[in-house]
């Protein structure tokens, strides 16, 4: 058997025309180099979607003590979307980053379980976690996209905590990368992304060249289970610790939170018999 | 282990390591746990727990501390759950599967992708080599689809169990990674028309072939689960032994391993069940079966141990898939109780509502602490490989009779709307049915725990007698001293009731739970002197009198559940596991129902009782084969024409 250690040349010593080896060649060293995406994906630990959310008594926040938490939806569609790439060999590395307390370790977990090859565990404990912003995190990030030498970073457009759709524009920012957030489709061309975006208006299609950042919406794949196989390969992958310092990120909170309400509990409706007592009802509650 | 009857145990001056460390993995390849590390004398573990409740000996190592996971394997496990969780509630249709009576191929192909068809096969032939606990973990979750559950548990808890623990390392290698990852599947294959219980009477016959290479299979079995689909069967068929030393020819069994590849086999059409509708259960016919002589598992004739020790080993985790089923179930039903208004009142206002809960919250207590119990007692034995296989039966006796009555129960509930089809009540009621039949019925299960006990006493008390004939003083103030006690209800304590607020040695009960623990105390004490009694009247006749031995297997497994409770709510204070003290209340009366129910037991086994008149009632219906009373309007004819009319006003 001929060794295959340099495909192009092997190709090249057995087809008869040299054009043929040369096209050949070509099309193998473009082969070669689209496997060359290294991913950068975040993946956020929250609290489980199906879970009933409930305030703490003191309104400062939510109700986390001995709560369900698990990975954040849209950061399993981003983790699955780094799969998938991997799978069509246009990634070669994928590697997780969650920003968290020690917990946020099982995230990670279920992200290489998800077929991730490395992980990256950013301790943020106590306060310092609950004041965190994607500011902060985008910073990390930005950071990490650099040390790393990635170049694609996938996001969730949004975590259910904190519904803020910041994190992937901040870091596309910082970097100085074109973004193409809300996706829902991503192809590669050649050396650039075409993605389909969801916008209010419909659907926008939108070509950037890579480096890049993208989040990712809900339609934009269905993620797969982590099978059990899996899970106990994924105890072999390792995990990295470092400190927001680490990178140079200073966590001093930007913003404060000032209280945290119920919404309004929802009133019963009233019937009225015509339009006379409807313009008197409001009158009456002053909104008119 | 077997007890070698010694009652002093030597002390053993000298701590004998069974094996380099009490946790890790086991030759087969299971993983062992022992956080704890429990470093116990031999002769703590000569024998597991059960057993030694038939002398009155409470062994309090074995049961407390309850079986715990250290940090990492319990983190791991929580990481599997979630999305075996997930997919039993997102891709698994159970009301389609049952209408269908057919699991459909991509829920099977999702359940193979997860890994659960090699749960408990060993690493290095690609499976997940989960522990007996982590095993019962996820039972619980797979129980949720009764049909689901069975087709797993005839692959792997006995489909494939037999090449696990008795075959060589050659068919390991040949056949366990395909049946790991499902792309093989395997059934059981005991069960003949004319053989059911009486495992032992199957007439499927394998010769020797004239080459002597291989055996030819000829027989039928039934009611195999997966049959319509399995690649891999583990047949069991009568052989020709010849016995060594007397050179008489003997037919025994024999277990083989037999590849539907071989030929020879056809496969009936799936039976139309009342519940599990969902699982394959068909009739297995081999012709002329070619079978290589590899194939035998274990030895030639050694095949009633193979299938006993297969059937021991996964009953167990009955247990947990029923508390997995109750759980859920209470979850399901309190909401119909919290919302439905009767009489102005919310159901679960009502005290009999409540008393309905209560009841299915003890028994799936029960259930689970007994299960995780036994499987941690398993993953925890130095060495690796205890006889468990009495507290296994205890667990599946018990459970499957909470669990048909707890489904009654929520059904009840519900009322009407329960025994309607578009809720899933009657169909988890249905699916709970099998649940006594299979895996060894309740019946024999109980005459196998009642008998393998009496048999340890028994040998243990002729011991005693013996050293009482010979005039061993200690002996006999131990015998005095034990009967004086337990006629005041006494009896000597087994150290496991804890008088002050310190655990001490960690061996005990915590003290919220005195109430409980000393009414087990009192049933250990009661066994101890039943048990010697029942050998007294009866001796070896004991076999035939199967309402007494009913009676004694009923308080032991009574007894069993009472120490896993005890053990697990003492856990639950010591750890401070949220909740604590509704799983202390729950214990303590969970404790006083059942020593109720077993002093009624211990009363009719002292002295008076209906069996023999219920004997012979049954026995004369038999005899004629229907109802004897004559009909209630029944009259003679009247030959005086004298009828009973109110006299005249």
Redesign the interface.
């Known amino acids: 058997m001929w060794p295959i250690f340099d495909y192009g040349r092997f190709v090249s010593i057995i087809s008869s025309s040299d054009v043929y080896g040369v096209v050949w060649m070509r099309s193998l060293a473009q082969l070669h180099k689209m496997a060359n995406l290294r991913v950068l994906v975040g993946v956020k630990r929250v609290i489980d979607y199906a879970v009933k959310i409930r305030v703490k008594p003191d309104n400062s926040g939510v109700v986390t003590d ?1 709560v369900k938490h ?1 990975m954040n939806p849209f950061c399993e569609i981003a983790m699955e979307e780094a799969v998938r790439l991997k799978e069509k060999k246009l990634a070669k590395e994928i590697i997780a980053v969650s920003c968290g307390p020690a917990q946020a370790q ?1 995230t990670i ?2 992200a290489l ?1 998800m077929g991730a090859d490395r992980g990256i565990h950013v301790e943020v404990t106590g306060k310092e976690y609950e004041n965190m912003t994607p500011l902060h995190v985008s910073k990390i990030m930005a950071k990490l996209a650099q040390d790393q030498e990635a170049n694609l970073v996938i996001l969730g457009k949004q975590s259910i905590d904190g519904d803020n759709n910041q994190t992937g524009q901040m870091t596309a920012a910082l970097l100085d990368w074109p973004q193409a957030t809300f996706a829902s489709e991503v192809t590669k061309e050649n050396d650039h992304l075409k993605v389909v975006r969801e916008i209010d208006g419909g659907l926008e299609t939108v070509k950037v060249t890579l480096p890049a950042v993208i989040t990712a919406d809900l339609r934009l794949n269905e993620p797969r ?5 899996n ?2 390969k994924a ?1 072999k992958k390792k995990i990295a610790k470092h400190k927001a310092a680490d990178f140079g990120v200073d966590l001093t909170p930007t913003l404060e939170v000032v209280g945290v309400e119920d919404p309004p509990v929802r009133q019963a409706g009233q019937k009225v018999e015509s339009t006379e007592e409807l313009v008197a009802k409001l009158k009456d509650s002053g909104v008119v | 282990m077997l007890s070698t009857g010694k009652l002093r145990p030597t002390l053993g001056l000298v701590r004998r390591p069974w094996c380099a460390s009490a946790a890790g993995i086991h030759s087969s390849g299971r993983r062992l746990h022992n956080p704890d590390e429990v470093d116990l004398f031999d002769f703590r573990y000569t024998t597991p727990f059960v057993k030694n409740l038939f002398v009155g000996k409470f062994i309090r190592e074995q049961v407390f501390p309850f079986p715990r996971l250290n940090q990492q394997d319990y ?2 496990l ?3 759950v ?3 969780e ?2 039993f509630k997102d891709d698994v249709d159970s009301a389609q599967i049952d209408t269908d009576a057919k699991i459909p191929a991509e829920t099977l192909q ?1 359940l193979k ?4 068809f090699g ?1 408990q096969v060993p ?1 290095e032939y ?1 499976g ?1 080599g989960l522990s007996n606990t982590e095993y019962a973990r996820l039972g619980e979750i797979t129980a949720i689809d009764g049909a689901i559950a069975v087709t797993l548990a005839a692959h792997q808890a006995i489909g494939l169990k037999g090449i696990m623990i008795a075959g060589n390392a050659e068919q390991k290698a040949k056949y366990l990674p395909k049946l790991a990852t499902g792309e093989h599947v395997a059934a059981f294959a005991l069960t003949e028309p004319s053989s059911g219980s009486d495992a032992a009477s199957i007439q499927t016959r394998a010769t020797l072939s004239d080459s002597g290479k291989h055996f030819l299979l000829n027989g039928g079995k039934i009611w195999i689960s997966n049959g319509g689909i399995a690649d891999v069967f583990t047949v069991f068929a009568k052989t020709e032994v010849v016995d060594s030393k007397s050179g008489e020819v003997k037919d025994k069994v024999t277990a083989f391993i037999v590849e539907r590849s071989f030929g020879g086999i056809t496969s009936g059409k799936p039976e139309d069940k009342l519940g599990i509708r969902g699982s394959n259960t068909c009739t297995v016919h081999f012709e002329d079966t070619p079978v290589p002589i590899e194939n035998v598992l274990g030895e030639v004739g050694g095949g009633f141990k193979v299938a006993m020790n297969i059937l021991n080993g996964g009953r167990f985790s009955m247990g947990s898939s029923g508390a997995g089923i109750v759980k859920k179930l209470i979850e399901q039903t309190a909401e119909h109780a919290t919302t439905r208004t009767q009489f102005d009142r919310k159901l679960m206002e009502f005290p009999i509502i409540q008393e309905k809960f209560a009841e299915m919250a003890l028994r799936a207590y029960a259930m689970e602490s007994m299960a995780y119990l036994t499987a941690g007692i398993m993953d925890r034995w130095p060495g690796g490989s205890p006889d468990c296989s009495v507290e296994a039966a205890m667990v599946k006796v018990y459970s499957s009779e909470s669990v048909w009555s707890s489904v009654s129960e929520a059904l009840q509930v519900l009322g009407g709307l329960g025994y309607m089809k578009e809720y899933p009540y009657e169909r988890y009621l249905r699916d709970a049915r099998i649940l006594m039949i299979f895996e060894g019925t309740n019946e024999i299960l109980r005459m196998y725990i009642a008998l393998v006990g009496m048999k340890f006493a028994g040998d243990i008390l002729k011991e005693k007698l013996k050293e009482l004939k010979r005039g061993n003083i200690g002996v006999i103030l131990q015998t005095v001293r034990q009967r004086w006690g337990s006629g005041f209800g006494m009896g000597p304590s087994h150290g496991f009731v804890s008088e002050d607020r310190f655990i001490g040695d960690g061996f005990k009960a915590h003290p919220s739970l005195t109430a409980g623990a000393k009414l087990l105390e009192e049933n250990v004490n009661n066994l101890g002197t039943m048990t010697e009694t029942l050998l007294a009247r009866h001796d070896k006749g004991i076999v035939e009198e199967q309402l007494v031995l009913k009676r004694v297997a009923d308080i032991t497994i009574n007894m069993y559940a009472m120490t896993a409770v005890v053990s697990r709510a003492s856990k639950a204070v010591v750890m401070g596991l ?1 909740n604590y003290d509704h799983e202390v209340l729950m214990a303590n009366t969970f404790c006083q129902k059942t020593y109720n129910e077993n002093m009624q037991m211990f009363h009719d086994l002292g002295g008076e009782n209906t069996d023999a008149a219920v004997q012979k009632i049954g026995k004369d219906i038999l005899k004629t084969g229907n109802y004897i009373a004559a009909h209630p309007l029944d009259r003679t004819h009247d030959f005086d024409n004298i009828d009973v009319v109110p006299p005249q006003r």
């Open positions: 001995g698990s099982e977990r279920t379980a289970y982590a099978t059990l196989p899970i106990m105890k | 983190d791991q929580q990481q599997m979630d999305p075996v997930r997919f999702g992708d997860l890994g659960l749960m690493l690609g997940l949220p």
